[in-house]
């Protein structure tokens, strides 16, 4: 590989490259839907190339290609470095990556069942088995469960002496059912919603879950569901179930505190950020209690890497500390920016640069972002909360450009009255902006609630990046939340 | 691109390789070129050129796939043994009827030269003149200009052989003031027909129109939402509800509505991947021919679309091209929208509204209940007041939450031209009118 990696590499140099870095990625798939008690998918996927990226004329260019072949090699090293003398007929400024970064090493995610030496077989009996019990229960018009497993052989080398090598390993598993009736359909999901909850992690990631032994419940919730009354409308306490508050803290604070975004190079698309540089470290997010942390690092998180795509180790940041905004996500080049606003700022990147495959250039991404769990038990807060609604597993969800203004739904909620769990409502949305909202965070489940949520599906970029993020959350309670935007 | 010949030689190996019941074999081709600017300098410019086998293999009625991108014989070989492999892992299914026979595919001229040779530079000096513009209204331009063109070839083992290449470039840009944006964007399958200069004026205007934009309280208003905004609604729908499968397991606002008034009576909306005016694909991704399918006619609905598999599930349909790539749970899917114009212009609209909110383009639009077809998101680069016939003050942006069949029920008006809208992901298109609506429901302010 060191001979494909070099070739480019110095071929980029000669060409009048300042900077140059090559990625060659092989990804490994495979997938398996039941749907209705029919294997309705088994597909085993793969992806292999390599992608160029350079500084030249104090510009960027990245160029692809399938074929890593020597002359191939040539080709797509010689058009980056055209691409990027051509980027710079508009630049503004020579990019500046900081400190250089020259690491040799190697990463493999902690696997302990290798989910790809599973039998097939295996996995689709656990999942006819969470079929065969959904469908048990009458009114079940869908049930569909996945599994799916993915891997990725990276070498990352660059003009600074870095080659780095990693496989990283994902297995998750899920399930959704529908029920539907006179005009009504409603869904309830398992262990999260968007199809499967997903981990850095092997097949014990599935055996974990359990995926038919919650099958029937979450199949007699949606039937349930479709005579429930409609969740009410009106300034309410509500508290957010861990999946929930997972998509809520990647809408409200992983996307806002991407640094990218802050400095406007998502506008046309993904959008801004309402956190700009002037709030760094003097802008309250929240309430006291909250503490949100970006890292790379933890256990079975879905963002969790040795290194990220520009050859940065993972690390850990406090992103806010005692409801402070303290810290971005950065990128090489976004770090010496914000430095040249607030020297203080740290001097490196935080690892956070992320590409969808080897035909994508790196953008910054979410790795795992969390909220650090607080003191409570459910069942104390539950019994703490004289009126409010206990809204679990997400079902719809959109947010302003500038990440400030959201409105989430979820597939099931429950009245809480006098500090017990009431009557199953239907339809519940709530809907807020970001620091009001987590200025009204008041009480969060502690570690024996944590858990990372793996969001398999978040989309960024032109062209568009899907990137797989960790989110760890335990139940949490908010206070005077408007719930409920629907007509009756 | 490899070029016909060559992904038909492809395609062949495959089908020879394969000691399967049935074989499909999808190859496809592509060079895609992206120049992406923001603060008013490129910052990302890519290119990608990539080749995809994708193996459908049926053992008994038990389907396998196998995917890859390595055009050796040994990476072909290996395809097509993973895909029979994982098909004899699999249960028999019994709604499998068969793969598509062969059947005449129309051509359709989707591909122009000057779109795949677009250069780098070329690209650039089409950015540089809007950000010449931004800078020049000391405003910051973020956007971007891609070319990209890709070539098809779908084969099964009885028979069906079609291929098609198409080209597309598409510009957009944001363009944002101290406390405004405004946007431009425009699509075809021809580069030279990309106005980057009228793009670039269209943003400044709106961004320099919707300075000091101010609150204005949610509840139900008269609405002209541009094309990008009507767009935007018609694709959810076909998203949400207008595939074959979305109506058998009664998840689509269409299941029970078949004949029924749904919407008001101007509103017409057809999938046809044949028109040049959208991003035309002749046939679906089995090889069959696409239909044109009227899906609500006069308000009425009429139609969905169907791949095979659907159509084997119901007496008497066959399949109207409009299958996904092998596997999907999701079902057939339209994904080249039309709706109908009607005859009035946006100046006649406005001049018609004497209070109401003027709608450049929706943000982050989203499903909140798929059979009530009811969605949310927030407006975006370019609110706008409207009084007496006139736009009278720059809006902060306002949330959605909608039934967009009542909304397609309230349209008063409906601009006499369609514009194509690309979709950000991929290369599907709609194309929409601008639309006048009344009673339209904001259930908050954006900030």
């Not at chain 1, 006098?418 to 009001?436: F, S």
Request: negative net charge; aromatic residues 8%.
């Amino acid at each position: 590989m060191r001979e494909y990696t070099d070739r480019a590499l110095n071929l980029a140099q000669a060409r009048g490259a300042t900077y140059a870095d090559i990625r060659v990625v092989r990804r490994q798939t495979q997938d398996i839907e039941v749907k209705n008690g029919i294997v309705q998918t088994l597909s085993l996927g793969g992806t292999y190339g390599f992608g160029v990226r350079v500084v030249a004329d104090g510009s960027w260019g990245f160029a692809s290609s399938n074929r890593l072949e020597a002359e191939e090699i040539d080709r797509v090293t010689a058009l980056a470095v055209a691409i990027a003398k051509a980027s710079a007929i508009s630049k503004a400024a020579d990019v500046d990556l900081g400190p250089a970064e020259v690491h040799v090493a190697t990463y493999d995610t902690p696997v302990e069942k290798d989910p790809f030496e599973v039998s097939i077989e295996e996995k689709i009996d656990v999942l006819l088995a969470a079929d065969k019990e959904a469908r048990a229960v009458k009114g079940i018009t869908v049930a569909e469960s996945t599994m799916g497993s993915q891997r990725e052989w990276k070498t990352f080398a660059s003009t600074e002496g870095s080659y780095i090598e990693q496989v990283l390993t994902e297995t998750g598993v899920g399930m959704v059912v529908m029920a539907a009736a006179e005009g009504e359909m409603q869904q309830r999901s398992y262990p999260n919603s968007f199809g499967r909850h997903q981990g850095a992690a092997g097949y014990e990631f599935v055996e974990r879950w359990d995926l038919p032994g919650s099958a029937r419940r979450i199949a007699e919730e949606a039937v349930a569901l479709l005579s429930a009354p409609q969740c009410p409308s009106g300034v309410k306490t509500i508290i957010l179930d861990g999946p929930q508050l997972g998509l809520q803290i990647h809408e409200s604070c992983g996307h806002p505190v991407e640094l990218d975004r802050v400095f406007g190079t998502e506008a046309a698309f993904a959008g801004t950020s309402f956190l700009t540089p002037d709030k760094f470290r003097s802008f309250t997010y929240g309430s006291d209690i909250v503490n949100l942390v970006s890292d790379a690092v933890t256990p079975t998180g879905l963002g969790t890497y040795g290194f990220d795509d520009e050859g940065v180790p993972a690390q850990t940041t406090d992103i806010v500390k005692d409801g402070q905004f303290v810290g971005y996500l950065t990128s090489r080049e976004t770090a010496s920016q914000l430095r040249k606003i607030h020297p203080d700022a740290p001097e490196r990147s935080n690892a956070a640069m992320r590409a969808d495959g080897w035909n994508r250039i790196p953008i910054i991404r979410m790795n795992n972002v969390s909220l650090k769990p607080g003191e409570w038990t459910l069942d104390e807060l539950i019994a703490d909360t004289d009126d409010g609604i206990y809204m679990i597993t997400n079902k719809s969800w959109s947010i302003d450009d500038r990440r400030l203004n959201f409105q989430f739904g979820t597939e099931l909620a429950y009245e809480i009255k006098n500090g017990k769990l009431g009557r199953m409502l239907k339809n519940a949305t709530y809907t807020g902006m970001t620091p009001k909202f987590w200025a009204g965070c008041d009480a969060i489940c502690n570690k024996d609630h944590w858990h990372v949520w793996g969001t398999t599906n978040c989309g960024k970029g032109q062209p568009g990046q899907v990137a797989h993020t960790g989110h760890g959350a335990a139940p949490a309670r908010f206070r005077n939340v408007q719930v409920g935007v629907m007509k009756d | 691109m490899l070029g016909e010949t060559r992904l038909a030689e492809i395609a062949q190996e495959v089908l020879r390789a394969s000691q399967a019941d049935q074989t499909e074999v999808m190859v496809s081709s592509s060079n895609a070129h992206l120049t992406r600017f923001a603060a008013n300098t490129i910052h990302q410019n890519v290119s990608e050129t990539d080749v995809s086998i994708r193996v459908r293999a049926i053992i008994d009625r038990k389907t396998g796939v196998a995917s890859g991108n390595e055009v050796t014989p040994e990476g072909i070989k290996n395809l097509v043994d993973s895909a029979q492999t994982v098909a004899r892992f699999q249960q028999a299914n019994p709604e499998f009827r068969s793969l598509p026979s062969p059947a005449d595919v129309p051509t359709v001229t989707a591909y122009v030269d000057a779109t795949a040779g677009f250069t780098p530079m070329a690209r650039a000096e089409g950015v540089e003149t809007i950000l010449k513009m931004s800078r020049t209204s000391d405003l910051e331009a973020a956007g971007a200009f891609s070319t990209e063109e890709q070539e098809l070839y779908i084969a099964n083992s009885l028979g069906v052989g079609v291929y098609h290449r198409g080209s597309v470039a598409s510009i957009l840009t944001v363009i944002m003031g101290q406390d405004s944006s405004g946007y431009g964007a425009a699509a075809s399958i021809d580069v030279n027909d990309i106005d980057a200069a009228h793009v670039g004026r269209t943003a400044v205007d709106k961004a320099l129109s919707s300075a000091d934009p101010q609150p204005v309280e949610p509840g139900d208003y008269t609405v002209i939402l541009e094309e990008e905004a009507v767009a935007d609604m018609i694709f959810f729908l076909g998203w949400m509800g207008m595939g074959a499968l979305s109506v058998q397991e009664e998840r689509s606002f269409m299941s029970g509505k078949f004949g029924q008034k749904i919407t008001g009576d101007n509103i017409t909306i057809w999938d046809d991947g044949q028109d040049p005016r959208g991003i035309p694909l002749p046939f679906d991704f089995e090889g069959v021919p696409k239909q044109k399918v009227v899906l609500i006619e006069n308000g009425v609905a009429k139609n969905v679309v169907y791949d095979s598999f659907t159509a084997g599930r119901e007496e008497g349909k066959a399949s109207t091209g409009h299958s996904l790539p092998a596997p999907n749970t999701f079902g057939p899917i339209p994904i080249n929208l039309f709706m109908a114009p009607g005859n009035a212009t946006k100046e006649q609209m406005l001049a018609s509204t004497e209070r109401g909110i003027w709608v450049t383009r929706f943000h982050y639009t989203n499903i909140v209940h798929p059979v009530k077809a009811i969605l949310t998101g927030m407006t975006r680069d370019g609110t706008y007041l409207i009084e007496d016939g006139k736009i009278t003050r720059p809006l902060k942006n306002l949330r959605f939450t909608q039934g967009i069949l009542e909304a397609l029920s309230n349209a008063e008006m409906l601009g006499s031209t369609l514009k194509l809208i690309k979709d950000e992901w991929n290369s599907m298109g709609t194309c929409a009118p601008a639309a006048k609506i009344h009673n339209f429901r904001f259930t908050g302010m954006t900030g």
